[in-house]
């Protein structure tokens, strides 16, 4: 029964931290250098540092068939495209404000962040 107690203990510790405390490093976009690749149910990286004023060119690769990975959305700035399979695709980000912008799916199951600073 012990067992049992730590073990439940040590999974809620995991959601905590994985849903609430979890922050996955920001990379810098370097003049159109970074591909984010979508793949396993996540963008890699899933949060991209760019800086502010100054419009950005972002690569994405879609290497997941799931239906869900097709659509790319960043609602604050109204950009919806279509990535294509294994290909890349270059979204034209617009010189941004500095703040944080969410970029998913259409069900919000993939999600990342765009950090302009």
């Given at each position: 029964?012990?067992?049992?107690?730590?073990?439940?203990?040590?999974l809620i510790?995991?959601?905590?931290?994985?849903?609430?405390?979890y922050k996955p490093a920001e990379r810098q976009v370097e003049e159109?250098?970074?591909?984010i690749t979508v793949e396993n149910g996540t963008y890699s990286p899933s949060r991209i540092k760019i800086s502010k004023g100054k419009p950005t060119e972002l690569k994405f690769l879609r290497k997941d068939q799931s239906p869900c990975s097709e659509t790319l959305l960043i609602p604050e700035v109204e950009i919806s495209e279509t990535l294509p399979s294994n290909k890349l695709k270059p979204i034209q980000i617009p010189?941004?404000?500095?703040?944080?912008?969410?970029?998913?799916?259409?069900?919000?199951?993939?999600?990342?962040?765009i950090v302009v600073g």
């Open positions: 029964m012990l067992f049992i107690n730590i073990a439940g203990i040590a510790a995991l959601i905590v931290w994985w849903f609430w405390l159109g250098e970074l591909v010189a941004l404000e500095p703040g944080e912008y969410d970029f998913h799916c259409q069900m919000q199951m993939y999600r990342g962040k």
